[in-house]
């Protein structure tokens, strides 16, 4: 008797049910290694545009900035508000997400691996916005001569705080050991009791509060350390000795880039 052999049922695209599973196998394979990356780039390039975005902003609203050069793409080194218009939302939206970022799960964006200096002085600056600027990773100078701040706000250079915003008892170790120079010239607020605190909790930094009539204090950062420039007139006069150990490397630096790779547009001047 002849049997005829049974055929196999092939699908609608004239595979067999085993093909189909196999096929169906390495396509599920295939989407499960494939959809991650398209993910994460498409966050990458999501993150970078903000970034881009909010940097943008805060040099245009800034007095002046500097960047380095010796990259393929400029970061920014400092930000200078100073007799700006800048406003505490500014800070608290703009710049607090590149030190605090939403991508990085709360941690501050690569591209801020540079950043050292900010100037605030003769701005609107108060004790809130000191919760948006302490996250800095590699916060050196920060100058706030003429502002609002009080002694209230510069406990956060070096001590816990807690985030009454937030609504939750959480704690941010925001121990400012980079910081170098912090000047509080003219800052009603500030007591003589604090900056003597500040000096004794974070002893690298030099602490400016009061000036004579005719003196200044000026730092400059060459090769990876701080020269200060100190008339007579001030605190820190010619007797006080107070280059005497501030003169020393500046702590957070990422790399060994030399001075000359530094550059600084004034006014928000292209290059």
Same mark, same amino acid.
């Given at each position: 008797?002849?049997? /005829?052999? +049974?055929?196999?049922?092939?699908?609608?695209?004239?595979?067999?049910?085993?093909?189909?599973?196999?096929?169906?196998?390495?396509?599920?394979?295939?989407?499960?290694?494939?959809?991650?990356?398209?993910?994460?780039?498409?966050?990458?390039?999501? /993150?970078?545009?903000?970034?881009?975005?909010?940097?943008?902003?805060?040099?245009?609203? $800034?007095?002046?900035?500097?960047?380095?050069?010796?990259?393929?793409? &400029?970061? !920014?080194?400092?930000?200078?508000?100073?007799?700006?218009?800048?406003?505490?939302?500014?800070?608290?939206?703009?710049?607090?997400?590149?030190?605090?970022?939403?991508?990085?799960? @709360?941690?501050?964006?690569?591209?801020? +691996?540079?950043?050292?200096?900010?100037?605030?002085?003769?701005?609107?600056?108060?004790?809130?916005?000191?919760?948006?600027?302490? &996250?800095?990773?590699?916060?050196?100078?920060?100058?706030?001569?003429?502002?609002?701040? =009080?002694?209230?706000?510069?406990?956060?250079?070096?001590?816990?705080?807690?985030?009454?915003?937030?609504?939750?008892?959480?704690?941010?170790?925001?121990?400012?050991? =980079? !910081?170098?120079?912090?000047?509080?010239?003219?800052? &009603?607020?500030?007591?003589?009791?604090?900056?003597?605190?500040? +000096?004794?909790?974070?002893?690298?930094?030099?602490?400016?509060?009061?000036?004579?009539?005719?003196?200044?204090?000026? $730092?400059?950062?060459?090769?990876?350390?701080?020269? !200060?420039?100190?008339?007579? @007139?001030?605190?820190?006069?010619?007797?006080?000795?107070?280059?005497?150990?501030?003169?020393?490397? $500046?702590?957070?630096?990422?790399? @060994?880039?030399?001075?000359?790779?530094?550059?600084?547009?004034?006014?928000?001047?292209?290059?």
């Amino acid at each position: 008797m002849n049997i /005829r052999a +049974r055929k196999k049922k092939k699908g609608i695209l004239g595979f067999t049910a085993t093909e189909t599973m196999v096929t169906m196998a390495i396509i599920g394979i295939l989407s499960s290694m494939l959809l991650p990356a398209v993910v994460n780039a498409r966050r990458m390039t999501e /993150r970078r545009v903000t970034y881009l975005q909010y940097r943008e902003y805060l040099m245009a609203v $800034a007095t002046s900035f500097s960047e380095t050069t010796h990259l393929d793409q &400029p970061l !920014l080194v400092g930000l200078d508000f100073s007799e700006s218009s800048v406003v505490f939302e500014d800070i608290q939206v703009y710049y607090n997400e590149m030190v605090e970022s939403t991508y990085f799960d @709360g941690f501050a964006y690569p591209e801020m +691996r540079y950043f050292k200096n900010l100037d605030f002085s003769y701005t609107e600056f108060d004790d809130r916005w000191m919760r948006e600027i302490v &996250p800095t990773p590699v916060l050196t100078s920060l100058i706030l001569d003429s502002t609002k701040v =009080t002694d209230e706000g510069l406990r956060w250079l070096y001590e816990f705080q807690e985030d009454e915003d937030a609504g939750t008892n959480i704690w941010y170790p925001l121990e400012r050991k =980079t !910081l170098r120079y912090l000047s509080v010239v003219s800052c &009603p607020g500030v007591s003589d009791e604090m900056v003597e605190r500040i +000096r004794q909790k974070l002893p690298k930094c030099m602490v400016v509060k009061d000036l004579g009539a005719e003196g200044f204090v000026k $730092a400059l950062e060459q090769e990876n350390t701080f020269v !200060l420039t100190i008339d007579q @007139g001030s605190e820190y006069g010619a007797d006080a000795g107070a280059t005497d150990g501030f003169t020393s490397s $500046a702590s957070g630096t990422t790399d @060994g880039s030399d001075p000359g790779s530094m550059h600084t547009r004034q006014n928000n001047a292209p290059y």
